[in-house]
């Protein structure tokens, strides 16, 4: 039983590094990550939910999908899978873009790094996310991403424990 339910984060060279355990297995862990109908149950933080348009996870794959607003404010994003070795780590580009997909330039590009081991009886997920600019990174700090990343990682231990 994992006892820290604490989202680590740390900062240094354009880079954010976030470390989760969570009470689960690798293979529920990594199927919550990767299949569009469960992410759609924890991606976003409350009382936004992710609605995924198209999920394609292989190596070239896309998911499409946006995070829908209490107000009904759709905010689109585009997640481009570069490498994946299964139940083990996938890499991606992450952005946010418009209604067709096409990627907004004037946000930042995340880039994803997500590996999943395991950590006693459970999975420990550090996840590395890479910008151009210091100024990229800091844009998404400001938009809140701690926050609704820390949010959603509470979304899916409840999940996870259903």
């Not at 240094?12 to 990550?33: H, L, Y």
């Not at 992450?94 to 997500?114: K, L, Q, T």
Request: charged residues 30%.
């Amino acid at each position: 039983m994992i006892t820290q339910k604490e989202t680590i984060y740390t900062q240094d060279n354009n880079k954010i590094k976030v470390v989760r355990e969570f009470d689960a297995p690798i293979e529920k862990v990594w199927k919550a990550w990767t299949d569009s109908s469960i992410l759609d149950q924890w991606w976003a933080p409350k009382p936004w939910k992710a609605v995924t348009t198209k999920m394609d996870f292989r190596e070239g794959g896309t998911w499409f999908y946006y995070m829908l607003g209490p107000d009904g404010t759709k905010q689109y994003c585009r997640a481009d899978f570069k490498k994946i070795v299964p139940d083990k780590m996938y890499v991606g580009d992450d952005g946010f873009c418009d209604e067709n997909g096409n990627i907004n330039n004037e946000m930042p590009v995340m880039h994803w790094v997500v590996e999943f081991s395991k950590a006693g009886d459970g999975t420990k997920v550090e996840v590395e996310l890479t910008f151009n600019s210091k100024a990229d990174m800091d844009k998404i700090i400001e938009m809140g991403f701690k926050d609704g990343f820390s949010s959603a990682h509470t979304n899916l231990d409840e999940l996870l424990a259903e």
